[in-house]
């Protein structure tokens, strides 16, 4: 068993390798070109938006709540009853999906005001973000549904294209960036239609293998479905949970905007590198942990089930505390090496530096948690994620009223 979870992890740990690379040369890039002024910083909150509502709902509640029903249906079903729930999720996903973009797309002054209050300060900063969110918005509805087909893929035990779809994003942004962008008089605009055009990549790359697991059926819209209900009603609580997260980033954010300007772009960049880390092994177990622990609770099988959970949080201790230590103490030549080049100052560098350094704490506690979850989301309990959740947010808001604002810094 430990055998075969190493196997699929080391593929999903080389392709998220391989996403993470490519993600890091797109940030080089940006960084280069483009520093961490005003730009940057409009740009990155457009950006992060769309981001905190796919971590929210589809890499979020949605894929905690897909997976496991999906893996119990390819165990206890047909597989035309897999392919009717597979067409019925992406129907009705894919309508309410287009009905949050569009309001996105038009709230898009009111949401970059709750996002980055900050931004009003200085002139054109808000309106730029602004125009830029018009075009990154969309962005959620196809990395929804990407999200979607790389659920189904996993619960078949496909990793590989899934895990790919993060190196085409990476590759269409750094495309716009250095082919459009710098020759372009609107910068801002090109690197938000290149996250639109990306998005679209995503979801096309994974069409084909889906086709392959003859589960590529027409979209439906059945929100009284069994399958669909189930899903539903396990997203609720999943969203809550999912939201305890991401409200500590957008709280992050909104007092960021407060702060000088590059302190949104310091703060993403040593993001940038610690998520590094988290991606290509922890995150990468949990992808695969999960589909598995669903299949042998679905069986009944609590041992193997209990195994795998052990087995996966050791791993986890041995390989990333070592990681967190050398993210500590390694913070500033990694940053400077990365990213110390044209128009990233010295400053931006040791700004970015100390932000690293206060993220690498973090490494052994996200690690484990992505290890964790999976045991609760498996078998279909998402309201204990969402009580641990809600101690963490209130902790983190804590910190930040109390010691950051006061400090402005």
Do not use: C
């Not at 520093?35 to 509502?53: E, H, Y």
């Not at 067409?87 to 973009?101: D, E, P, Y």
């Not at 020759?183 to 055009?197: K, N, T, Y």
């Amino acid at each position: 068993m430990s055998g075969a979870i190493f196997k699929s992890t080391s593929v999903v740990g080389l392709t998220t390798l391989l996403s993470r690379v490519t993600g890091l040369l797109r940030d080089m890039v940006y960084s280069q070109a483009f520093g961490a002024g005003t730009l940057m910083d409009a740009f990155l909150v457009a950006f992060k938006i769309p981001n905190f509502l796919r971590r929210l709902f589809a890499e979020g509640a949605f894929s905690q709540s897909f997976v496991p029903v999906i893996s119990e249906y390819k165990v206890r079903r047909e597989h035309a009853e897999v392919r009717e729930l597979v067409g019925g999720v992406v129907g009705t996903l894919g309508a309410v999906l287009f009905v949050v973009t569009l309001v996105g797309v038009l709230a898009a002054p009111i949401i970059i005001l709750l996002f980055a209050p900050g931004f009003t300060q200085e002139a054109g900063k808000y309106e730029l973000a602004v125009d830029m969110l018009r075009w990154t918005f969309p962005y959620l509805f196809f990395i929804s549904l990407t999200a979607l087909f790389s659920g189904v893929l996993n619960s078949y035990g496909r990793f590989a294209v899934p895990a790919f779809t993060q190196v085409v994003m990476n590759l269409v942004m750094i495309l716009f960036a250095i082919g459009i962008a710098t020759h372009s008089d609107s910068p801002g605009i090109v690197l938000a239609i290149g996250v639109f055009v990306a998005g679209v990549a995503q979801v096309l790359i994974q069409l084909p293998s889906v086709a392959k697991l003859g589960l590529l059926s027409r979209p439906r819209w059945q929100p009284a479905a069994e399958g669909v209900q189930r899903i539903g009603k396990l997203m609720i609580p999943g969203i809550i949970g999912s939201s305890m997260a991401q409200v500590s980033l957008l709280l992050d954010t909104l007092i960021a905007s407060f702060l000088v300007t590059g302190s949104i772009a310091w703060l993403y960049y040593a993001d940038r590198l610690m998520e590094f880390a988290l991606g290509v092994f922890s995150i990468a177990l949990a992808t695969v942990i999960l589909p598995r622990l669903s299949s042998q609770h679905s069986a009944g099988d609590t041992e193997r089930f209990s195994a795998t959970l052990d087995w996966s949080l050791r791993l986890v201790i041995v390989v990333v505390v070592p990681a967190a230590v050398g993210l500590l103490v390694l913070a500033g030549p990694i940053t400077a090496t990365i990213f110390g080049y044209g128009e990233f100052s010295a400053r931006d560098v040791q700004m970015t530096q100390y932000g690293l350094m206060a993220y690498s704490w973090g490494l052994i506690g996200f690690s484990l948690v992505k290890v964790l979850a999976p045991g609760y989301f498996a078998r279909q309990d998402t309201k204990t994620p969402v009580r641990v959740g809600l101690i963490a947010l209130a902790v983190n808001m804590g910190l930040n009223v109390g010691v950051v604002l006061p400090a402005h810094y």
